[in-house]
């Protein structure tokens, strides 16, 4: 063979020309029918309930590789309310409660409302470690993409002008990405499942703050997989030691025999930016964590 000689790569017409091509097709009772469409262009037949493999497919795809198209090698996922407001905005609620239970709960979450600065802070801090030898970034924040705590976390990578991932649900009411989360990289789901998954195929830090039902099911659902080896050990960081062990009993799960007293070695209680940051960083480097689920 000579120097002159070229070999296509491929030499099948691309799936993007041909999707522009029937564009311009003629008319007729044939090509108007929806048989006639490419499969991957007719929305009806993708959203067959005969199709819901294909679209689990599709759903794990695309985010991984949008996250590896952007060098993205691990993630330090943030789970949290929605319903926490940011310190500026949490006495508005005092003032919109018309009742002694709506008061003490506007009190309540207003005590919380510190949670938004310590995950802003700690989104900070993650978000400046540095790229490894390849180039790949580590530690990115990712959130559910949401207001309050996620938006937070979003908001702290923004901060020092790093990239974060937001991965947002459809629900029956409007849920809309925070303004903080890179663009690129604002992926929104139809199926819980997938969208959890994703949350933890890259996660190599995971902090929970004070949350409701969506929190405890992220958040019970991985100390599950670590607690059954179905996922390697990692820093999962509570915060709010005072929320958590009010609204779960810990010790007393231990204490009935439903986990083992190691279970509560696999988080750890915090309540500041710095403590969570150093305990991950001592996690990776091997070192002996100071702080655990231990009352």
């Not at 099948?12 to 469409?37: C, G, L, M, N």
């Not at 007719?42 to 949008?66: A, G, I, N, T």
Request: charged share 25%.
């Amino acid at each position: 063979m000579t120097d002159e000689t070229h070999v296509p790569s491929r030499v099948f017409r691309p799936a993007k020309q041909d999707a522009e091509s029937v564009k311009d097709i003629s008319s007729s009772p044939q090509t108007e029918h929806p048989a006639y469409r490419l499969a991957f262009q007719d929305m009806d037949f993708l959203l067959r309930e005969d199709l819901r493999p294909v679209r689990f497919q599709l759903e794990l795809l695309k985010p991984q590789l949008l996250l590896d198209e952007a060098n993205i090698a691990s993630t330090f996922v943030f789970y949290g309310s929605a319903r926490i407001p940011e310190p500026g905005k949490a006495v508005a609620l005092r003032a919109l409660a018309d009742d002694d239970q709506s008061k003490r709960i506007a009190e309540r979450l207003i005590a919380k409302s510190k949670y938004y600065d310590v995950a802003r802070e700690l989104a900070r801090m993650t978000s400046n470690f540095p790229l490894d030898e390849s180039g790949k970034k580590h530690f990115v924040v990712c959130s559910g993409g949401g207001p309050s705590i996620m938006e937070a976390a979003n908001r702290g990578a923004a901060d020092v002008g790093a990239e974060s991932v937001g991965l947002n649900i459809v629900l029956p009411h409007e849920q809309a990405p925070n303004p903080y989360v890179t663009p690129g990289l604002s992926m929104q789901f139809h199926y819980f499942a997938l969208r959890k998954m994703h949350f933890l195929l890259h996660a190599r830090a995971v902090a929970v703050f004070p949350g409701g039902f969506g929190t405890f099911d992220e958040a019970f659902e991985l100390l599950t997989l670590i607690q059954t080896g179905k996922v390697s050990p990692i820093p999962v960081l509570f915060y709010g030691k005072e929320f958590w062990s009010r609204v779960v009993n810990f010790e007393a799960l231990c204490e009935e025999g439903v986990i083992s007293p190691r279970d509560l070695n696999l988080f750890h209680f915090c309540e500041g930016a710095e403590e969570g940051w150093e305990i991950v960083q001592d996690f990776w480097r091997g070192k002996t964590p100071r702080t655990s689920g231990r009352a």
